[in-house]
């Protein structure tokens, strides 16, 4: 365990130079001190600077940390653009050993003055550690200006990155992006937007936005729209193909499911130069994405748009394939990835549930006979089990279809519904009831026909392992709710009967086992996404796929899995937790721009898209209220 040599984290100042060091796990100082198997010998960002090792040059450090902070002012504010930059020549003047006298004292007045006057919150937090330097090793600064002797440079990793950023399972660079919609630069953006994600048109319409949720701007009014910001260079860029390997193509690998999982670790594997092959036993790409979404929420036409956009980067998809056992793959590919997902509807519960039945159904079933252009007659009125979005999708679907009543019936309040809340108040909006806190405990038939289900009230107890409160039937509570069509979505688990039985390690909640990196106990097998995981947003999905497909990259390369320096370091940078803490002015509320809506009255006759796209004058004003929360991390590891 490193020592503590100095800190100022957090404004928190430990300092140990002239004492006995203090054990960093001592101390409440959350960053990096060690990754992979290197120690961290300084650390240097927004919130403070860290030492560990006595022999960091502070100003070397300070130079090499404001030089890359200066690169990324924005010129919103010359006091911004040019302060930062007047700093950054003269600590690269000071380490050259062409300091003046008077460089330091300029140094602290242009560092406080940035704090206090710029425009934006990313220069008042680039300045926090250099000041918190200048204040603790001003003898250092005072002389090495005074010397005339240059100081060897730092070797050191730097990072950018963003609250936002930080909160997206794939890392997308959306401060970078949204700057470029602001400029009307769309297909600019759309080459960020898809370095690290290669289903822009799919994300931009149906991402759950973790980015939105960690928005800066909702601490002032409200969080940018980035997830219909993002459609705009999705739908309108240019496409343009991604930097790949070239030369001799590698090794071939198999993947099991064109699903969101499935297709990211195609796109990164086919991109490092391997020959990827995806094969689905389903008629059509994108696995759940196809199968469990809409038409109004997700056109067919722009999710093969998609896959087609990876299939010409070298991919081969063989639909209509299912693999009866992954290890005969093994005779034509050196490395299989499993992305089957989970599509088997779990048992309903409910007394009298016959498959038999004319009525009965599993919501996903439902959803994909639709996707897939089958006819289901409409009926009266449809019952839909369950609180996620599935079951607000097929509730929305049965309408759009021609029912004539669509009724939600979940087991909590609408405060636990885990579906999104938007899609909940679009879902109300069309005309969807909702029974909360009730359960169908028995399907009531004629004839072999469905004609209701026979439902119970319930409360809710002390928070059960989900960290929900559990729901508990209200005995003598039960009453009946007509219907002549019941749907079950209530989640779903995974088949791997393809695997090699009894060989490869599953969990106690019925999916594969892997480590954090997709391996599975098997050194050719990977997997990913909710064959892992059980169900997921797509775009934790497409993370799972894309770190799947790395760690089985490495095993191409190497013969063994382990993890990447610059993974290792990804992580360590991760965990530091951007926070939301603002430093620079308090800037003027805004609002914000939501994109356009079909009335609900006639978007529920019509499986026409729902939601418009933003046209590049709104986009690139609602990326104007983009905050550019950019904060720098360096690290110099210790040496020797
Ligand atoms: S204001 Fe912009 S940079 Fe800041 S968190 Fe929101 S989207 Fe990201």
């Known amino acids: 365990m490193s020592d503590i040599v100095f800190s100022s984290w957090g404004g928190q100042v430990v300092d140990n130079r002239s004492g006995q060091g203090v054990a960093a796990a001592a101390t409440d100082i959350k960053v990096p001190l060690k990754y992979a198997d290197n120690d961290v010998a300084a650390f240097m960002s927004w919130d403070g600077l860290v030492i560990t090792d006595k022999n960091v040059n502070v ?43 008077e460089d330091v004292a300029l140094l602290t007045e242009l560092a406080d003055s940035i704090q206090k006057n710029v425009k934006c919150d990313f220069c008042a937090n680039a300045v926090i550690p250099l000041r918190d330097a200048l204040k603790n090793y001003r003898e250092a600064f005072n002389t090495t200006a005074a010397s005339k002797e240059a100081i060897p440079p730092l070797d050191y990793i730097k990072k950018m990155t963003a609250p936002c950023q930080e909160a997206c399972p794939i890392h997308q660079d959306v401060p970078g992006y949204l700057e470029l919609i602001r400029n009307r630069r769309n297909t600019e953006a759309l080459e960020v937007i898809r370095r690290t994600n290669c289903l822009p048109r799919v994300t931009g319409r149906t991402c759950v936005a973790f980015c939105e949720k960690n928005c800066v701007r909702q601490d002032i009014d409200s969080p940018l729209s980035v997830r219909a910001l993002k459609r705009v260079p999705a739908d309108l860029g240019i496409i343009k193909p991604l930097p790949s390997v070239k030369g001799e193509k590698k090794g071939k690998v198999a993947i099991i499911g064109a699903g969101p999982a499935g297709l990211s670790a195609a796109q990164h594997l086919s991109l490092k130069g391997y020959q990827v092959y995806i094969f689905d036993e389903q008629a059509a790409s994108g696995g759940m994405t196809f199968a469990g979404i809409p038409a109004y929420r997700l056109p067919r036409n722009v999710l093969a748009g998609e896959v087609d956009t990876i299939a010409s980067q070298g991919v081969q998809i063989r639909l209509n394939t299912r693999i009866r056992h992954a290890e005969e793959l093994r005779y034509t590919f050196k490395a299989v990835l499993v992305a089957s997902g989970a599509h088997q509807t779990r048992e309903s519960g409910i007394d009298n549930w016959n498959k038999d039945y004319d009525g009965l159904m599993e919501g996903v079933k439902f959803l994909h006979d639709i996707n897939s252009g089958k006819t289901i007659v409409p009926k009266q009125k449809m019952l839909v089990v369950g609180g996620g979005n599935t079951a607000i999708d097929c509730a929305r679907t049965a309408l759009r279809l021609g029912f004539k009543e669509s009724t939600v019936v979940y087991r909590r309040s609408r405060h636990e519904m885990p579906a999104r809340d938007e899609e909940v108040k679009a879902a109300e909006e069309e005309g969807v009831k909702f029974q909360f806190l009730a359960v169908p405990v028995k399907i009531q038939s004629q004839n072999n026909r469905v004609v209701g289900a026979e439902c119970i009230r319930m409360e809710l107890g002390e928070p059960d392992a989900s960290g929900r409160r559990k729901p508990l039937p209200l005995k003598g509570s039960e009453f009946v709710l007509p219907a002549d069509m019941v749907l079950t979505a209530i989640g779903e688990t995974p088949d791997f009967s393809f695997l090699p039985q009894g060989k490869v390690d599953v969990t106690s909640w019925n999916s594969i086992k892997t480590d954090e990196d997709g391996h599975t106990n098997i050194p050719w097998l990977f997997a990913a996404g909710d064959c892992t995981s059980g169900p997921a947003s797509i775009v934790e999905a497409m993370a799972a796929g894309k770190r799947a497909a790395e760690s089985l990259h490495i095993y191409m390369s190497k013969g063994k899995v382990e993890r990447s320096e610059a993974d290792a370091l990804d992580r360590a940078f991760h965990e530091v937790g951007l926070s939301r803490k603002r430093r620079g002015p308090k800037p003027a509320a805004t609002v914000r721009q939501y994109p356009h809506e079909m009335d609900a009255e006639d978007r529920s006759k019509s499986f026409d898209e729902v939601e418009e796209c933003f046209n590049v004058q709104v986009a690139a004003c609602e990326a104007e209220r983009c905050l550019r929360c950019y904060r720098v991390m360096l690290i110099v590891k210790r040496q020797g």
């Open 59 to 101: 100003v070397a450090l300070a130079d090499a940390y404001m030089r890359e902070a200066a690169k990324l002012a924005c010129g919103e504010c010359s006091m911004g653009l040019r302060g930062t930059a007047i700093i950054s020549d003269t600590l690269s003047r000071i380490a050259g050993g062409q300091g003046k006298a």
